[in-house]
């Protein structure tokens, strides 16, 4: 079975200037070729629906592939480590030529007359997972000391006292009270 992120671009490349619009929906990682991050890293699914839409244009030298991709990813919360889920969704503007020339260091290769999309896909995704993502933006966190999730409940813990400093707790200025605050 042929990967729907192959595109046959032998008709695009003789009639400059064409395009070819790419719409289609696949596995972001058919083949597995990555394997699965870290349980704390934010990752793809291998089997994950990626939405790939693309205008392939022609130019001489090469192809055009704008357009968007888009691909459910999951990890966990920075401040609590609850399970997150959201979802990438990336405007591309990319080159694919036959053969890389001065300056074609970032472009994608065409071989065989086909652009393979997937290298595209890939590092699109990839590049646009956040790297510590928020259950939410109000999210409180676990409390340091007792370890609940501030979230769903409260605690009275405070911090504890460094015995190193604790001399200075006793000292008190002459003049000032002790809830009065003076800005040196």
């Not at 790939?52 to 192809?63: D, E, K, T």
């Not at 300056?103 to 652009?115: K, W």
Request: charged residues 25%; aromatic residues 8%.
């Amino acid at each position: 079975m042929a990967s729907p992120y192959l595109v046959p671009v032998a008709q695009l490349l003789r009639d400059i200037p064409s395009t070819y619009e790419c719409d289609f929906s696949a596995p972001f990682d058919e083949e597995h070729e990555f394997p699965p991050r870290g349980i704390a890293e934010t990752d793809v699914a291998p089997d994950a629906p990626v939405k790939v839409h693309i205008v392939l244009q022609s130019y001489s030298g090469g192809l055009r592939a704008k357009g968007t991709v888009e691909a459910p990813w999951h990890g966990v919360c920075r401040r609590c480590s609850n399970p997150v889920l959201g979802v990438s969704k990336v405007s591309v503007d990319e080159r694919f030529v036959d053969t890389r020339g001065p300056g074609d260091d970032d472009a994608y290769l065409i071989e065989d007359d086909f652009a393979d999309l997937a290298p595209l896909v890939h590092d699109a995704i990839f590049l646009d997972l956040p790297l510590a993502p928020l259950c939410r933006e109000d999210c409180q966190g676990l409390c340091p000391y007792c370890g609940i999730d501030r979230n769903e409940a409260t605690c009275d813990c405070q911090a504890p006292i460094d015995s190193r400093w604790a001399t200075l707790d006793g000292l008190r200025f002459m003049g000032v009270e002790p809830d009065e605050s003076k800005e040196v």
